[in-house]
Structures are given as C-alpha cells and as structure tokens.
C-alpha cells in the first residue's frame, strides 16, 4: 500500500527558501498525481499546488505562484516543493496527497495523506 512520508520542513525567516519532499513507501507514486496542501493553526486545509504523474501539467494556488514550484522526480519516486521568498502566512503543517481527480482546475484530494511537516516563518 502506498505510504507518504513528507520532509524538509523547519523554521525559516522571511524571504528565505525551503525544499520539501514528498517520498513514497511500500510503492510508487509514481502513476498518481500529486498535490501539496497546508493547513494553518484555526484555518481550513488548503491546496497549494498539484503535478501530474508525468510532470507534465501542474497548477498553483495565487497565493504562491511565482513564489512555489512543484516538480518530481519519479526515478527517484519523490515530489519536491520549492519555496521562495517565504513568508509568514506560509506557516502551516504542509500535507502530501496523491490527487483523485482534477475538475475544472481544483485538485481533488484522495485518503492517500502523509503524516505533514511543518513550516515556520519567522524572524
């Protein structure tokens, strides 16, 4: 059974950079898409970016674009996160998930999650 296990996270101050990965246990993921959501303290989940399987097509919440890029590596059945330019209201537990299905530019999230890691930015 596909597993999630997400890493990376830390605490970083404003403007700076981080790299989470999204790496696969007990299978690939490499068939699914995947997407990155977040979640800060008293708020809702929210999605943050989603790839396809092959990488080929990938959608952005506006609250990253220009800032966030997704990307994977399927020799290595991972999928990073880039972040730059951090802000505070970046802080959150950030979730992978594999996609169930993508509707008019929303990606659907499956029961797939991993466990989070948290990103803290701060100065």
């Known amino acids: 059974q596909l597993q999630l296990v997400e890493s990376g996270g830390g605490l970083v101050q404003p403007g700076g950079s981080l790299r989470l990965s999204c790496a696969a246990s007990?299978?690939?993921?490499?068939?699914?898409?995947i997407g990155w959501f977040r979640q800060a303290p008293g708020k809702a989940r929210e999605k943050v970016s989603c790839?396809?399987?092959?990488?080929?097509?990938?959608i952005y919440a506006d609250s990253v674009k220009g800032r966030f890029t997704i990307s994977r590596d399927n020799a290595k059945s991972t999928v990073y996160l880039q972040m730059n330019s951090l802000k505070p209201e970046d802080t959150a537990i950030y979730y992978c998930?594999?996609?169930?299905?993508?509707?008019?530019?929303?990606?659907?999230?499956?029961?797939?999650w991993g466990q989070g890691t948290q990103v803290t930015v701060s100065s």
């Open positions: 007990g299978s690939t993921l490499n068939y699914y898409a």
């Open positions: 998930v594999v996609i169930e299905t993508v509707v008019a530019g929303h990606c659907i999230p499956s029961d797939s």
């Open positions: 790839i396809s399987s092959t990488g080929g097509n990938t």
